[in-house]
């Protein structure tokens, strides 16, 4: 197998759309005779990463005669697995909804290869926090997206701002720039998914285990109520009526406005802070105005040894015990998991490596996350282990926007008991 994509140049930002269609062609080939290669399904539907893996896919169909790439993106993931006719390898964010597959038994083990011994024990263990197939190593993380608070360094430098590392020192900040008439920290509460995984999953992860949490509200399923010693009411009150201490400080329009009005936001420099990851990174870049933003995790304590960052597992590659083509699957996967092509990814799409050996991130809006990272310090959002069927992220919606705090998470634990007595 080479080493070597073989393409013209290292795959980035700028060059990641160069030749989307002679890749689309390629990936598009199918067997011609029982001589021709074999043709096995790549499903990877990141939309931003579809050109880039369409290219990837053309260039390892190009690099050996045994098999041809369809690049397949719009596949409904669960019926397929349902209609028993899975893709062949999976390139996908890691979430519940593949913990479940993984938890079955769908996915074959993958501890064998070379590859599985590359990656970071830490970043393994994410994948364990969903449910797992005992005795497999059914899921091998590609890169891990970090999120923490994206703030304009300028507006900082202009009014003598340190970058906060406890809860005292952050809110000093806001007060400081709310007398200088700086909106301190930009709100898009028209989109409830960005309450979520922004003001609710850092101040819950900056003061709450989440794994352990989440641990103990599946040990006690239908009994989570006012009388378990954990649940969302208990547990997470307390991180919650913090993240409404932030309200205040927010642009007084956050309720109308939504993810993209954010980041045209802080592209114009109308706000010092915002709460979203990487992905937006990518957003306020296209509006060209070369705006200074670094990263920093919130401070939800007066310990500064508690600063993490929020991470998820943004790709990982898996292969269903019912694929059709097993063998080129895991030929494909070790294609990909090759350094100059995993890194490359990463380096591309601001993301950080998976494996022992990844180097650190070269861009400078994420690079203050780098030592949380090698050291370990990073949780997974808490939004992101509550079933689609808790509309969680309308509720945290409605008490961002005045609903009585303690009564919509008690809510939150009836829905929890409900869901855990019908399972």
């Known amino acids: 197998m080479s080493s070597s994509t073989g393409l013209s140049g290292p795959l980035t930002r700028r060059t990641l759309l160069a030749g989307v269609g002679g890749a689309l062609a390629a990936t598009a080939l199918t067997s011609c005779g029982d001589s021709g290669p074999s043709e096995l399904t790549l499903y990877q539907s990141k939309p931003e990463a579809i050109s880039y893996f369409s290219r990837l896919a053309a260039e390892f169909s190009r690099s050996q005669d045994r098999f041809t790439v369809q690049h397949d993106i719009a596949t409904n993931l669960s019926a397929s697995f349902v209609r028993n006719n899975p893709p062949d390898l999976g390139c996908q964010n890691y979430n519940l909804e593949m913990g479940r597959f993984m938890e079955r038994g769908a996915l074959s083990d993958l501890s064998d290869l070379p590859e599985a011994a590359t990656i970071r024990e830490d970043v393994a263990e994410l994948a364990d926090w969903y449910p797992t197939y005992e005795g497999r190593t059914s899921v091998l993380p590609y890169s891990v997206t970090a999120a923490a608070v994206i703030y304009n360094r300028q507006i900082f430098e202009e009014h003598g701002l340190e970058v906060p590392t406890t809860w005292e020192e952050l809110l000093s900040v806001c007060e400081t720039l709310q007398a200088a008439d700086v909106t301190p920290i930009y709100g898009t509460f028209l989109d409830p998914w960005t309450i979520a995984q922004g003001l609710f999953d850092y101040t819950v992860g900056g003061m709450v285990d989440v794994r352990s949490f989440y641990d103990q509200m599946d040990e006690i399923g239908e009994d989570v109520g006012p009388g378990s010693e954990v649940s969302f009411q208990n547990t997470l009150l307390e991180p919650v009526e913090r993240m409404l201490e932030l309200i205040p400080y927010h642009n007084v329009d956050a309720p109308s406005r939504a993810y993209g009005d954010g980041n045209t936001a802080m592209a114009q420099g109308k706000a010092a802070m915002y709460f979203q990851g990487p992905w937006a990174l990518g957003e306020i870049e296209k509006a060209g105005t070369e705006v200074d933003l670094g990263t920093f995790p919130l401070p939800a304590t007066a310990d500064p040894a508690d600063l993490r960052v929020r991470v998820n597992i943004d790709l990982s590659l898996w292969i269903p015990e019912a694929a059709n083509e097993q063998e080129g699957a895991r030929e494909l996967l070790q294609f990909l998991m090759q350094p100059d ?37 990073f949780y997974m959002g808490a939004s992101q282990f509550i079933p689609n069927s808790i509309p969680a992220q309308n509720y945290l919606q409605s008490i961002v926007g005045g609903a009585d705090a303690e009564q919509t998470l008690a809510r939150m634990d009836a829905d929890w008991a409900r869901l855990a007595f019908r399972e």
């Not at 799409?349 to 050996?357: D, H, Q, R």
């Open 341 to 377: 092509i995993q890194n490359s990814y990463n380096d591309a799409f601001l993301a950080f490596g998976s494996t022992k050996n990844a180097p650190p991130v070269t861009d400078d809006r994420i690079a203050e996350m780098q030592q949380y990272y090698d050291e370990g310090r």
